[in-house]
């Protein structure tokens, strides 16, 4: 009898066997996702949560989009972070110059990065970094998205989209922010584009949390947009010459002052006080039952490394004392702890990369 032939009969018992070991092992990696979805804060727009993460820039900016890496997701549960803001440009799921047809693949490749940070404990910010009307990099949008009417429409069909798409995913796990950095447009613009746009997410989603980033590139605390039921985020890159010192978009930043901290600027003394303070107009928004969080911070990689550590460390235990999450700008890169090419920094080997140890201790005492 040749001895490599089974039976029928033996076969199907071990295909039960296998298919009983798969259905086994996706139980359990579904109780898993489960467990870390357990296990993120309860979010609301009158009270976010202190998250604690990065953004992840894969859709930043058009050139250069990519899917994002699962490894990320796995390093930032890794390392203790459960949150990550996704900066996007609109430009990467429309085809060619058409905003209002949408690339399937790429809404495919943000299904994925959702799946990843459900599986690994981690919230997701979508952002439009770039929106149809609204954007500071070039090439310049056509139209502008405070003043047209043709791109609030569009703008709207986008968000309109998301909503739909992503209707049901609890806001423990997923959250949107309406645009990155709105310019200094006036107070009755803001809050007339931003109703708008949440009135096209409510339409499928009427729970979603939103998250608004305040006018003048994230400083000004978004009072006007009380009642609309939405969250608030600042942006920290204050002191400017210290966080942008040689930074090659930055007009002359490569004559600003070799950057100490406590660093004086136009007079003025930033310490902790000074941030501080220059918190303390947003914590009044709490008051009025108004979530705020932290979007994006950090410091390039030319200004030395001692200075940003220490500047970190106050911003940070400011952030605390308020109950707030925050996400810093980035993490691999050159504002971030992994590979980010500074050059008075002994680095450490993580998983094939150039971990910045200390930076990523600085950032763990501040959870």
Known sequence: MNR?????????????????????????EDALARDMQDKLPKATAAKLPPWRGVNLLEKFMLPGNQRFPETDFAWLQEL???????????????????????REETFKEIDEAIAFGEKYGVHLLLCFCRAPGHGGFEPKEPKDL?????????????????????????????????FNEPVLVRPEVHRRVVERMTE?????????????DGRNYGRIPPEELLGLHVAAATHCYDPFPLTHYKAPWVKDSDKFELPAYPMKESGALWNKEKLRSRMKPWEKL????????????????????APVLAWMRDCLDVWK????????????????????ERDDVAYED??????????LEVLKAGM
């Open 4 to 28: 490599s032939v089974i039976s029928r009969r033996q076969f199907l018992g071990e295909t039960a066997l296998l298919a009983g070991l798969g259905t086994a092992v996706t139980r359990a």
């Open 80 to 102: 203790g972070f459960n949150f990550a803001r996704l900066p996007m440009d609109y430009r990467c799921w429309i085809e060619g110059d058409d905003w209002t047809r949408f």
């Open 146 to 178: 405070w003043s047209d009417e043709e791109a609030q429409r569009v703008c709207a069909l986008h968000w309109a989209r998301f909503a739909e798409r992503y209707h049901g995913i609890p806001n423990t796990r997923l959250s949107f922010n309406l």
């Open 200 to 212: 096209a997410i409510r339409k499928h989603d009427r729970k979603r949390l939103v998250i608004c």
């Open 286 to 305: 709490q008051a009025h039952h108004m979530g705020v969080m932290v979007g994006e911070f950090g410091a390039f990689n030319k200004t030395p490394h």
């Open 321 to 340: 004392e308020a109950g707030w999450g925050w996400a810093l700008w980035n993490f691999r890169g050159s504002f971030g702890f992994l590979d980010s």
């Open 350 to 359: 993580f998983h094939g990369h150039k971990l910045d140890r200390a930076m």
